[in-house]
């Protein structure tokens, strides 16, 4: 298993609350900072929504282990075409790509609620967000 931090050039991932391109199981990274200690005023910026996964596990609140579906899939995230990574936890923030997280969710996205193309004949856009822990649910 891998832990990798890359340069913020080399970064490219979907953010957390965008659709992503692919169905299947997702990490989702959010109320994220720069520091540990960071004083936060606000929520903090979203990180990635990591996969599609085959799974995710956590172990004693230390770290959270992922398997990507597909190799090629890791590229964007961690730069090398692995499928199993460790993520680790510093006190209670998930630590990704040098940054931290107090806040991260696994969800299933369907194929129907991945990122939809662009289209010119509808004269609004459509939506390629999902934020759960911002809506209210009924």
Not at 7 to 35: D, I, M, T, V
Not at 78 to 87: N, R
Request: glycine share 8%; with cysteine; proline share 7%.
């Amino acid at each position: 298993m891998l832990a990798i931090t890359r340069p913020e050039s080399e970064r490219s991932w979907p953010e957390y609350g965008s659709k992503p391109a692919k169905p299947g199981l997702y990490l989702g990274l959010f109320h994220g900072r720069h520091h540990p200690r960071e004083p936060m005023n606000d929520w903090g910026f979203d990180g990635p929504t990591i996969g599609p996964l085959r799974w995710c596990h956590t172990t004693y609140a230390l770290d959270i282990k992922i398997e990507f579906e597909e190799a090629a899939d890791a590229i964007g995230y961690f730069g090398t075409e692995e499928i199993q990574f460790e993520l680790k936890i510093d006190g209670d923030l998930l630590v990704f790509d040098g940054m931290y997280f107090g806040d991260w969710t696994v969800y299933y996205v369907s194929p129907d609620d991945c990122e939809r193309l662009p289209d010119a004949f509808r004269e609004t856009r459509r939506v390629n967000h999902l934020r759960a822990h911002r809506k209210l649910l009924l």
